[in-house]
């Protein structure tokens, strides 16, 4: 048996790999799928070389799926074989009772992991699903608006068994209780665990509750991704992000008073002209961010985001870019080959000021900001490669 699991860029890849495991054992190897992608979109996998697709409760019904092909068992409620339909209302229920990894599994990798200046980071999941409704976004459609916190002591009793110092929370939005997080922080405490933590959250969170995330620096939080998207109210409307952009200035005080990092992400408008990529990096420069994402508006599939698809320029089938730096939707004010040029000199002009590089050599390790240039200067290679390919389908 091989098990296949992936995003939607993965989703060609993930075909791929499951004809050639099928041609190479002479079609005795049996294939699963699973993840995100094939619990929102599983008719992506309904494929002959696909034999099963694991679409709800993955950690739980599995030990079952194996029972099924050991003897003849009933196949668990949640996996479909190839052509059989899924129907969203007759799948089971979702099960958020979680099982810890099997960390000494991957501990041979983690010398390689690195996320935004935490090094041999650690993952840990919290929550699942996300509280809120932003209508971009893919996270939420996973487990179809509903929202799960595991026990607090349950997730530090991980964290105490958890050797490295770098902690990444992949939580949708890790900042959102604060009865959660203040037990959070005093059972932290209680048991003298010191780590440094990445999450993500919410501007408004921050902005509303500065004496809580004062606590949550002294207990290790160090960086904070923030969907900030936009600095148009319109904008941030239509997204159904319910925070005014007013309120940004408030949240960078509270960060930059406790020494929180923050990575930025902004949702880059097929509508933007460029004034509007002048006005985002001098909103981004002003609130002293030097460190962003930024992306074009993606359909993706079963989001709250539409087009009519004369104007989607990419190939729902090409899933390899689908990944939230292509520009997927016609631009309204310029050509594609511009469109991109103006995302890469915002990049420059945010990340590449001498302020900015002269604080990441005075605060992390020569290793550290030499990882951070070399991704830079990928990035920059990538987008040069789109604007060349843009230019040569106009």
Not at 65 to 90: M, S
Not at 218 to 229: H, M, N, Q, S, Y
Request: aromatic share 12%; net charge positive; charged share 25%.
């Amino acid at each position: 048996m091989v098990c296949f699991t992936g995003y939607i860029t993965n989703v060609g890849t993930i075909l791929t790999y499951c004809e050639e495991t099928k041609k190479y054992s002479g079609g005795k190897t049996i294939t699963v799928v699973g993840g995100v992608h094939c619990e929102v979109c599983p008719e992506d996998f309904d494929h002959p070389m696909v034999d099963f697709r694991v679409v709800r409760n993955a950690s739980k019904v599995f030990t079952g799926l194996l029972d099924h092909i050991a003897e003849p068992t009933a196949l668990p409620a949640g996996i479909f074989r190839p052509g059989e339909k899924v129907d969203p209302v007759l799948l089971p229920a979702f099960d958020f009772s979680y099982m810890l990894p099997d960390r000494t599994s991957v501990a041979r990798y983690r010398h390689r992991y690195f996320y935004i200046f935490h090094d041999k980071v650690a993952l840990v999941k919290t929550s699942y699903g996300c509280p809120y409704q932003c209508s971009f976004c893919f996270c939420r459609i996973i487990t179809d608006d509903h929202y799960h916190q595991r026990p607090v002591k349950e997730v530090v009793d991980e964290l105490e068994n958890i050797p490295e110092k770098e902690i990444y929370i992949v939580d949708d939005d890790f900042l959102f209780d604060k009865k959660w997080l203040t037990q959070f922080i005093t059972e932290l405490r209680k048991r003298n665990i010191s780590k440094h933590f990445l999450v993500y959250g919410r501007a408004d969170f921050i902005a509303r509750n500065p004496e809580l995330m004062h606590e949550m620096a002294k207990t290790g939080l160090r960086t904070v991704i923030v969907g900030f998207e936009s600095f148009s109210d319109e904008e941030l409307s239509e997204y159904n992000k319910k925070i005014p952009a007013g309120l940004y200035k408030q949240t960078m005080e509270i960060l930059n008073r406790e020494k929180i990092e923050v990575f930025a992400t902004i949702i880059v408008s097929p509508k933007w002209d460029r004034n509007d990529f002048r006005n985002m990096v001098r909103s981004l420069q002003a609130l002293g961010i030097h460190y962003v994402n930024l992306q074009p508006l993606t359909p993706l599939p079963k989001t709250g985001v539409h087009y009519d698809d004369k104007d989607i320029l990419i190939d729902r089938k090409e899933y390899e870019k689908w990944d939230l730096a292509h520009v997927t939707v016609q631009p309204e004010k310029m050509s594609v080959a511009a469109f991109y040029e103006e995302i890469l000199k915002a990049y420059q002009r945010i990340l590449y000021r001498p302020e900015v590089l002269l604080k990441y050599l005075m605060t992390y390790r020569p290793v550290m900001l030499y990882k951070m240039l070399v991704g830079g200067y990928r990035v920059t290679l990538q987008y040069r490669k789109k604007i060349k390919e843009a230019k040569k389908h106009a």
